[in-house]
């Protein structure tokens, strides 16, 4: 592969690329610019090559971009870089934001470059050590032939994996990623806090809880969620939710409301194994739908 990489926003994800596209010579990264002369000196230094730049007019001919910019600049980002004649016909131009497409790139694609969206499912929060969390990362993959061709070779270059998703579904494909990790934790925080109320301390509630959590998600990951699914819904065991409802209801509204959203969820799963009677399910649904 190889072929020079001129970068624009470098955080978090962009220098864990960076360093492993670098380290892999899948890319030379020749040119970075972020917002300021410090943090893009601050990603060359990690990424091991390139130069900062301050100013986009600095940049030299490259036939790969990448804009690693928060999503919300993705778009200005790519309309100077083709109003300015920086990105030529030919050269590939891809972001990685999970919710927008490559049709944010029209622009580009219109003078004749290739453009894509590549979104890593991960977790970016210190590039050191993401360089080493990156094997076997699936990447969300979508946009032009060429671009794509290209890119599904460096990810799995660097260990990655791609999986191709249409780009009309992109905004939903990330609803859902979003909601399996981010609401995952918003739910523990919920759950630490009913523990809290219940003489468990956060901490001791954290504690209490790994074994359990870990051993869940591997079951939905190994066995897949309805195998994984337990409890009382799931069992049926109507006395023991509304004994649930009914206490939760002591500590406000918020946590009824999650307990009866998430367990009508649960029934789904519960409805489709086929092992409850449609009268458990009917009195369950009753009991969930709320006063
Ligand atoms: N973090 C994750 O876990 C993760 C995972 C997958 C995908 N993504 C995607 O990756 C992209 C970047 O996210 P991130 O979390 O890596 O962001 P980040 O750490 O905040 O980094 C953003 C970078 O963009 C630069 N920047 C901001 N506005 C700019 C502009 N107008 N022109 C040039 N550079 C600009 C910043 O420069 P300064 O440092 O100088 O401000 C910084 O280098 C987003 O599309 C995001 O959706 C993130």
């Given at each position: 592969?190889?072929?020079?990489?001129?970068?624009?926003?470098?955080?978090?994800?962009?220098?864990?690329?960076?360093?492993?596209?670098?380290?892999?010579?899948?890319?030379?990264?020749?040119?970075?610019l972020t917002q300021s002369l410090e943090s893009a000196k601050?990603?060359?230094?990690?990424?091991?090559?390139?130069?900062p730049l301050s100013a986009m007019h600095e940049?030299?001919?490259?036939?790969?971009?990448?804009?690693?910019?928060?999503?919300?600049?993705?778009?200005?980002?790519?309309?100077?870089?083709?109003?300015?004649?920086?990105?030529?016909?030919?050269?590939?131009?891809?972001?990685?934001?999970?919710?927008?497409?490559?049709?944010?790139?029209?622009?580009?694609?219109?003078?004749?470059?290739?453009?894509?969206?590549?979104?890593?499912?991960?977790?970016?929060?210190?590039?050191?050590?993401?360089?080493?969390?990156?094997?076997?990362?699936?990447?969300?993959?979508?946009?032009?032939?060429?671009?794509?061709?290209?890119?599904?070779?460096?990810?799995?270059?660097?260990?990655?994996?791609?999986?191709?998703?249409?780009?009309?579904?992109?905004?939903?494909?990330?609803?859902?990623?979003?909601?399996?990790?981010?609401?995952?934790?918003?739910?523990?925080?919920?759950?630490?806090?009913?523990?809290?109320?219940?003489?468990?301390?956060?901490?001791?509630?954290?504690?209490?809880?790994?074994?359990?959590?870990?051993?869940?998600?591997?079951?939905?990951?190994?066995?897949?969620?309805?195998?994984?699914?337990?409890?009382?819904?799931?069992?049926?065991?109507?006395?023991?939710?509304?004994?649930?409802?009914?206490?939760?209801?002591?500590?406000?509204?918020?946590?009824?409301?999650?307990?009866?959203?998430?367990?009508?969820?649960?029934?789904?799963?519960?409805?489709?194994?086929?092992?409850?009677?449609?009268?458990?399910?009917?009195?369950?649904?009753?009991?969930?739908?709320?006063?």
């Open positions: 592969m190889g072929g020079a990489l001129n970068i624009v926003g470098c955080g978090r994800t962009g220098q864990t690329l960076a360093r492993l596209f670098q380290d892999a010579r899948v890319f030379q990264v020749k040119a970075v601050q990603a060359t230094d990690f990424i091991g090559a390139g130069k940049f030299e001919p490259a036939p790969i971009w990448m804009i690693g910019t928060p999503d919300e600049a993705i778009g200005d980002v790519s309309r100077v870089l083709t109003r300015c004649n920086w990105v030529r016909q030919g050269d590939v131009v891809f972001h990685l934001s999970g919710a927008l497409s490559s049709t944010v790139l029209d622009e580009c694609s219109e003078i004749g470059a290739s453009v894509a969206s590549l979104h890593p499912v991960q977790n970016f929060a210190n590039p050191e050590v993401s360089v080493g969390q990156f094997a076997g990362t699936w990447c969300a993959l979508e946009g032009d032939g060429a671009a794509t061709q290209i890119l599904r070779q460096a990810v799995e270059a660097i260990g990655g994996q791609v999986i191709a998703i249409a780009p009309h579904q992109k905004t939903l494909y990330h609803a859902g990623a979003v909601m399996a990790c981010n609401y995952l934790v918003a739910l523990l925080d919920v759950s630490l806090d009913i523990l809290r109320t219940a003489g468990v301390s956060r901490e001791q509630g954290a504690a209490l809880l790994a074994p359990i959590l870990r051993a869940t998600v591997e079951n939905v990951i190994e066995q897949g969620v309805d195998n994984a699914m337990t409890g009382p819904i799931a069992r049926g065991d109507i006395d023991i939710v509304e004994r649930h409802i009914r206490e939760l209801k002591r500590l406000g509204p918020e946590s009824v409301s999650v307990y009866r959203e998430l367990g009508r969820a649960t029934l789904a799963v519960a409805e489709r194994r086929k092992e409850l009677s449609r009268d458990k399910i009917g009195q369950m649904k009753e009991l969930l739908a709320g006063d």
